[in-house]
C-alpha cells in the first residue's frame, strides 16, 4: 500500500506564499512522474506543476514564474513553492504521483485559500 500525505495549506492574503507537501510512504518501488493539480469550486480539476523523475519540469501558464515544483527522490517528496498568490488560486490542491506498479495515486488533497 503507498499513502501520499500533503500538507502546507492554509489561508493566506495576496501576494502572500505557502508551500505544499506531499510525501509518498508505504512499499515504493519507483516514481516516475510527480505533480500538483488543484480544483476550483465548479471548475474542473487542472494541472498545476508537473517533476519528471529527470528532473524536467512542467507548468500551467497562470502559474508560471510565481509557483516552482521541486522533489526529492530520496524521502519520496514532491514540493510546490508558491509565491505572489492571487485570489484565482484558491482551490483544493492535490498531489499526483506514478509508481511504477499501482499507477497513478492521488493525494487527499489540500485547502489553499488566498483572499485580496
Known amino acids: 500500500q503507498v499513502q501520499l500525505v500533503e500538507s502546507g495549506g492554509g489561508s493566506v492574503q495576496a501576494g502572500g506564499s505557502l508551500r505544499l507537501s506531499c510525501a509518498a510512504s508505504?512499499?515504493?518501488?519507483?516514481?516516475?512522474?510527480m505533480g500538483w493539480y488543484r480544483q476550483a469550486p465548479g471548475a474542473q480539476r487542472e494541472l498545476v506543476a508537473a517533476?519528471?523523475?529527470?528532473?524536467?519540469?512542467n507548468y500551467a501558464d497562470s502559474v508560471k514564474g510565481r509557483f516552482t515544483i521541486s522533489r526529492d527522490n530520496f524521502k519520496n517528496t514532491v514540493y510546490l513553492q508558491m509565491n505572489s498568490l492571487k485570489p484565482e488560486d484558491t482551490a483544493v490542491y492535490y498531489c499526483?504521483?506514478?509508481?511504477?506498479?499501482?499507477?497513478?495515486?492521488w493525494g487527499q488533497g489540500t485547502q489553499v485559500t488566498v483572499s485580496s
Open positions: 499526483r504521483v506514478v509508481e511504477a506498479r499501482r499507477g497513478v495515486l
Open positions: 508505504g512499499v515504493i518501488f519507483s516514481i516516475s512522474a
Open positions: 517533476v519528471a523523475s529527470g528532473g524536467a519540469t
